[in-house]
C-alpha cells in the first residue's frame, strides 16, 4: 500500500524558511514522478514543484527562487525547502505521486494517484 506522509509545517513569519519532508513507503521510490501541491482556503489545488526520477525539477513560476525540490532516495524522502516565504504561500501542503511510464511528471493535480494527509504552512507578515 502506498503511504505518504508530510511534516515539517508551521507558523513562520513572512521572509522566514521551512523545510517540509514527506517519507513514502510501500512502493519503489524512485520510480514515481514526486510532487508538492498546495491548497488555501476558498482556492484549488495547484502544483508547487515535481522531481521525476531522473531529478529533474520543475518549479511554479510563482515559487521560482524561493522553493526547491529535492529528494533522498536512501531514505524515501522527498523535500520542499521554501525560503523567503510570503503570506501568500499560506496553504495546506500536500505530497503526490504517480508511477512514472516514460511520460513527462507534471504539476497537473489530475496526474497524481497518491497523497498525504498534508501540513499545514501559515506565513504572517
Known amino acids: 500500500q502506498v503511504r505518504l506522509v508530510e511534516s515539517g509545517g508551521g507558523s513562520v513569519q513572512a521572509g522566514g524558511s521551512l523545510r517540509l519532508s514527506c517519507e513514502v513507503s510501500g512502493y519503489t521510490y524512485s520510480h514515481y514522478c514526486m510532487g508538492w501541491f498546495r491548497q488555501a482556503p476558498g482556492k484549488e489545488r495547484e502544483g508547487v514543484a515535481r522531481?521525476?526520477?531522473?531529478?529533474?525539477?520543475t518549479i511554479a513560476d510563482s515559487v521560482k527562487g524561493r522553493f526547491t525540490i529535492s529528494k533522498d532516495n536512501a531514505k524515501n524522502t522527498l523535500y520542499l525547502q521554501m525560503n523567503s516565504l510570503k503570506p501568500e504561500d499560506t496553504a495546506m501542503y500536500y505530497c503526490a505521486a504517480r508511477l512514472y511510464n516514460g511520460i513527462a511528471c507534471t504539476l497537473a493535480t489530475y496526474d497524481y494517484a497518491y497523497w498525504g494527509q498534508g501540513t499545514q504552512v501559515t506565513v504572517s507578515s
Open positions: 522531481i521525476d526520477p531522473y531529478g529533474r525539477t
